[in-house]
């Protein structure tokens, strides 16, 4: 029975003393093992603790020598073991909550003297080095001869760089850590995302610049990244377009797009409310979607688009008269914001509300309805913007779409008189 964690010995004796322990503990391993006691001959359990100081160990009895077990905050990773001889607390931290569980558990055993049988004992050997240094919060590689291929990433990883190394995929070793807060992978050759990144349930940093990239997986957008992911970085990749699915990660603040091959943004992107930072230059977008207009941004980059000029004449009709009546229950279901999924109506269905419009005048629209291309000034929806283009302008245009002709009427007529 072995443990891993920060380790603080404190002499109970030395305040009579007038002294003070040091009050910091040290990373050290934890064994649980049997020893032969040189004077007595006896063959009893001990706890021995080695560090990077003392990596022979120290040993302490078990077998009716505990005092006081202190497990108030156990699932923090913390614990005392108060010892009766020499009369010390062994003060643990910064311990796996499961591994601390069942370690006290075997120390609870081992004082007690029963079901020794049942025990995993450990050898009472001295600690490698290794065992006992610091746990490695971050690591950068980024040197193909420095990738690790025959031994594991450090689990206590929480921020992991592994750059130039022509990676074609991501290794799964880089998966299982989870306490992994930063994954950069930039600079690499990596042409897909595997689902099991969604389970880095602490990811909050993800950066995928300059790969090949041709896709977004939409397992992503219904994971644990919903909750965790901050900051996306996609910039120089070969992405055409984002799944709708894509605004569920509505945690976003930092989000780059630059140098891909975009031909539209994700189509409710103004739910995404916390985004703050957002560039798409250099891409193949002829427009804005309409949710744009929802953002609240600091920093909008948009530069290098091939934005078409807008006019709001050059409509596009789909409607019908009279509306089906399939148009008029699905915009009623948006309107009146009723739950719905697979197991009520069709998937077909599902999609059609999902991607629903909102109308100027507040109704939404979902097969049926009049779209057009209007200028929209960039700083209404953010602080500061990066110049469209090399003209100096701020404008780009959106889409706009209209429940009904008389919509479409009354939008034409405000156009007109603002032209005068």
Known sequence: MRLQCDVEVVNRMLPTFGMRN???????????GKHVDK???INNIYLMICTLKDKVGSKYKLKENVEQFFTRFVDEGKATVRLKEPAVDVCLSKADAANLKNFLSAARLAHRGSDIDTLTLSSLTPAKARDVEKPKRKLTITSKKDYPLTCSFPYSLEQLQVSYCKLSRVDMRML???KLRKLDLSNNHIKKLPVTIGDLCCLNELILHNNHLESFNVALCNSTLQKSLQCLDLSQNKLQALPIQFCQLQELVHLKLDDNELIRLPFKIGQLHKLRFLSAARNQLPYLPSDFRRLSLENLDLFGNPFVQPNPLDHTIQLKFPLPLLEFAARAAVNYRLSFGPHVIPAHLCHDLDVAK???CGMSVVNY???ATVTMNLHHVSHTVVLVDNMGGTEAPVLCY?????CYSEFIDRCLQRGR
Request: glycine share 10%.
């Open 22 to 32: 040091r009050g910091k503990g040290s990373r050290a391993v934890l064994s649980i």
């Open 39 to 41: 004077t007595t001959k």
């Open 176 to 178: 299982t850590l989870r």
């Open 358 to 360: 909102l109308c100027g």
């Open 369 to 371: 309805f009049i779209q």
């Open 402 to 406: 209209f429940c009904s002709l008389t």
